[in-house]
């Protein structure tokens, strides 16, 4: 495969699985260039470069004058670059593992209300053909916190209705099980139904749960266009994405009182010190919650 598909495919995984705005991705990509056209100097391919040409590079940054600012910046944009490779197949090593992390300030993702997904549910039109179909695709983003990869290749064998639990293969076809909800159920019922049922299933998809409208299985940019046409819908101004289900799932899980492991393992983390960051996102309800409420901020309000 060429650099350019390479690069298409990286752009699409950023803003569809990881939920980044293009403009982010638009500059990971960027970032990614700077490397691609060191390493062809040097003679190089980038699915090829190790670690010690890796380092080489980084000093090429500092001789330039880059700030260390930008430096960071470009270093962990390689670092993902190099985890979506390993992560396709491209690469049998990620040789950025070794490479010192940047230390920057966290980002924490953007998250929905209740009230915000209860809207977009509103806005689905169950009198479309594929409208009970993308009920269920949302119930099932939102209620299993699945990532939208998982999602797509979600099998009818792995819903378990009567334990009421779903068999989710994560990244590195890593097995777990996750919850799922009676409502979930009920629309998954639903949807095989009133439009699975009726379809002419296309052979190798009949065991996928949720298929477009050629009885195929959907495809990751399909579920980002289905959550970013409900957000327009429902007057949602955040930068939303699939993604942005599963961080919601966390986030409403945490503030109501789960622990933070069973959410590492619903979510499939391997370190909880990834699904620490939604302790940052509950701390600043919490806080808004006290400004708002607390008898001592509505003094001062009323002052």
């Known amino acids: 495969m060429d650099y350019e598909k390479i690069i298409q495919r990286y752009d699409a995984y950023l803003r569809i699985e990881k939920g980044l705005s293009a ?7 960027h970032d990614v260039d700077h490397l691609a056209r060191f390493v062809d100097s040097i003679g190089k391919n980038i699915t090829t470069v190790d670690q010690s040409q890796l380092e080489q590079f980084l000093c090429t940054l ?3 004058g880059i700030s260390p600012r930008s430096q960071a910046r470009i270093i962990s944009g390689i670092k993902s670059f190099f985890k979506f490779l390993k992560l396709e197949g491209l690469v049998d090593t990620d040789p950025t593992q070794l490479l010192p992390a940047p230390r920057l300030g966290q980002h924490l993702p953007e998250v ?50 009567q334990e009421e639990y779903i068999v989710v293969v994560g990244k590195g076809d890593k097995q777990r099980l996750v919850p799922i909800s009676q409502e979930a159920l009920r629309q998954i019922d639903l949807y095989l139904e009133q439009t699975r049922s009726h379809q002419v299933v296309k052979r ?3 065991d996928i749960l949720f298929l ?19 957000c327009q819908l429902a007057g949602i101004r955040k930068n939303v994405s699939p993604h942005t289900l599963r961080h919601s799932f966390a986030t409403h899980l945490l503030e109501g009182g789960a622990n933070l492991r069973a959410i590492q393992q619903m979510l ?20 808004q ?12 309000i009323s002052s």
């Open 23 to 29: 403009n982010t991705a638009q500059s990971y990509c």
């Open 62 to 64: 500092h001789d330039l």
């Open 112 to 161: 929905l209300t209740v009230a915000e997904i209860d809207k977009m549910i509103s806005c689905i039109d169950l009198s479309h053909p594929q409208g009970q179909r993308n009920r269920a695709i949302i119930e099932v983003l939102y209620g299993c916190g699945l990532r939208v990869s998982e999602l797509v290749e979600l099998r009818l064998s792995q819903i378990f209705a």
């Open 204 to 206: 190798g998809s009949e």
């Open 212 to 230: 477009n409208r050629r009885g195929n299985s959907l495809t990751r940019v399909m579920i980002f266009n289905i959550v970013k046409q409900l």
């Open 268 to 287: 499939g983390h391997e370190s909880i010190a990834t699904t620490q960051i939604y302790v940052h996102i509950d701390r600043s309800t919490l806080r």
């Open 289 to 300: 919650e006290i400004l708002a409420h607390h008898p001592r901020n509505k003094k001062q």
